[in-house]
């Protein structure tokens, strides 16, 4: 089974990563679910949930924590919705994927997912490629630029935010 795209909650928590196989029996009116350690559980159709309808969203454009732990190494976020409750389920880097309940989750987004901040962002590392000094015997003229290059995520709680996109981050705190 494909956890990016189906989203399996059972009894309230998402299970998906650790399903093999989630089938209806419609004379039994319950879901025959196999687990990755071989075995199958039978649940009432009103204990589970299936969701189809996934969205993609860019990891770089978060930072996301898990009782206090960086999640580190992200290489793909589906997000997934029941009504209020949100769903993401995450691929790390090492092949690992697990799924989440978002309110558990300590999420922060960067502000280069606003165009107009990722506009001036963009204009600030061109500006920073002609700033330097051909003094400096290490020839560092472009040591402003490669500091702008390593920079893909800037939370919406610092100081840049609101130099940044002050109409969208003036108030944040």
Same mark, same amino acid.
């Given at each position: 089974?494909?956890?990016?795209?189906?989203?399996? +909650?059972?009894?309230?928590?998402?299970?998906?990563?650790?399903?093999?196989?989630?089938?209806?029996?419609?004379?039994?009116?319950?879901?025959? +679910?196999?687990?990755?350690?071989?075995?199958?559980?039978?649940?009432?159709?009103?204990?589970?949930?299936?969701?189809?309808?996934?969205?993609?969203?860019?990891?770089?454009?978060?930072?996301?924590?898990?009782?206090?732990?960086?999640?580190?190494?992200?290489?793909?976020?589906?997000?997934?919705?029941?009504?209020?409750?949100?769903?993401?389920? +995450?691929?790390?880097?090492?092949?690992?994927?697990?799924?989440? +309940?978002?309110?558990?989750?300590?999420?922060?987004?960067?502000?280069?997912?606003?165009?107009?901040?990722?506009?001036?962002?963009?204009?600030?590392?061109?500006?920073?490629?002609?700033?330097?000094?051909?003094?400096?015997?290490?020839?560092?003229?472009?040591?402003?630029?490669?500091?702008?290059?390593?920079?893909?995520?800037?939370?919406?709680?610092?100081?840049?935010?609101?130099?940044?996109?002050?109409?969208?981050?003036?108030?944040?705190?």
């Amino acid at each position: 089974m494909d956890a990016r795209t189906k989203m399996i +909650i059972a009894n309230g928590k998402p299970i998906s990563s650790d399903v093999v196989c989630c089938h209806f029996d419609g004379c039994a009116k319950k879901w025959d +679910i196999t687990f990755k350690n071989g075995k199958t559980y039978h649940y009432s159709k009103w204990k589970v949930t299936v969701l189809k309808e996934s969205k993609s969203l860019n990891p770089k454009s978060y930072q996301v924590r898990y009782k206090g732990k960086f999640l580190s190494n992200i290489t793909a976020i589906n997000s997934f919705r029941d009504g209020r409750v949100e769903y993401w389920h +995450i691929c790390f880097l090492n092949g690992y994927e697990q799924d989440y +309940i978002v309110d558990e989750l300590e999420v922060r987004k960067s502000v280069l997912d606003h165009d107009r901040a990722k506009q001036v962002f963009d204009y600030l590392r061109e500006v920073a490629g002609y700033i330097g000094t051909s003094d400096w015997p290490d020839d560092n003229s472009v040591f402003l630029l490669k500091q702008y290059e390593k920079i893909d995520f800037l939370g919406g709680d610092t100081a840049a935010a609101v130099y940044l996109n002050p109409e969208e981050f003036a108030n944040v705190r």
